[in-house]
């Protein structure tokens, strides 16, 4: 009896985190949805598709996970709910369509040299 509560305390600790990091992962899918469309940097005149940018490192993420579960699932969200869609270049977050009117302003303007 003792262990069958055991079991289900430790069902129920591993299972809503595992919730969680789905609902992370999904919001994460609806955020690279958008993903292949022209982008242009207003930060260093990058013209192309934008590039998902997940901060932290993956090494990170499996040493915590290997050292103590609960740091290393933080530590997993905390990347998937800062990933962003940014520049390839400089990893700018705000790139915005280069068929907009502000992109257009910004390519057709010509560079002062002077
Ligand atoms: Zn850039």
């Known amino acids: 009896m003792e262990a069958l509560i055991g079991f289900g305390i430790i ?13 992370g992962l999904a919001r994460l899918a ?3 949805e958008g993903m292949g469309q022209k982008m242009f940097c207003p930060s260093c005149g990058f013209v192309g598709p934008s590039k998902k940018i997940i901060p932290g490192s993956m ?3 499996l040493v915590l996970w290997l050292l103590m579960l609960i740091p290393g699932m933080i530590y997993s969200l ?11 270049t400089c990893k700018g977050k705000g790139l915005i369509p280069a068929d907009s009117p502000m992109a257009r302003k ?3 303007t010509p ?4």
Not at 12 to 23: A, G, Q
Not at 78 to 87: E, P, Q, T, V
Not at 111 to 114: G, I, L, N, P, V
């Open 11 to 23: 069902a129920v600790v591993i299972s809503v985190p595992l919730f969680f990091l789905f609902k």
């Open 30 to 32: 609806r955020k690279v």
């Open 59 to 61: 090494g990170t993420g």
């Open 106 to 108: 910004f390519l057709e």
């Open 111 to 114: 560079k002062q040299t002077a």
């Open 78 to 88: 905390w990347r998937l709910a800062a990933a962003y869609s940014g520049c390839p």
